[in-house]
């Protein structure tokens, strides 16, 4: 139980400083940053390998540079849905 919640923190601090480094928010907040750390370290993993420190299951430096990769993503992706309102409001 203790590893998940610890796996829980990790994830989150990894998407909090990835959205600091890009300076782009994270859409979610707390359970963005979490999400953004998981699904980042699984993207690092598969595209960097598994090298560098490993804490709660994340190997930290492929994790951050995938969480970069993905929150840069997201907010392009997030940009070019929401510039385009209707006229009708």
């Known amino acids: 139980m ?3 919640i610890w796996s829980l923190i990790i994830g ?3 998407g909090w400083l990835a959205g ?3 300076r782009k928010d994270v859409p ?3 359970i963005g940053n979490i ?3 998981f699904i980042g370290s699984w993207l690092g993993s598969a595209i960097l390998g598994r090298w560098g420190p490993t804490v709660g299951g994340f190997n930290i430096i492929p994790a951050l540079i995938g969480a970069i990769i993905l929150i840069f993503i997201v907010s392009l992706i997030m940009r070019s849905t929401g510039g385009r309102k209707s006229g009708a409001q």
């Open 35 to 37: 999400i953004a750390g």
């Open 12 to 14: 989150g601090i990894l």
């Open 28 to 30: 979610g907040g707390v």
């Open 2 to 4: 203790f590893s998940f």
């Open 20 to 22: 600091l480094i890009i």
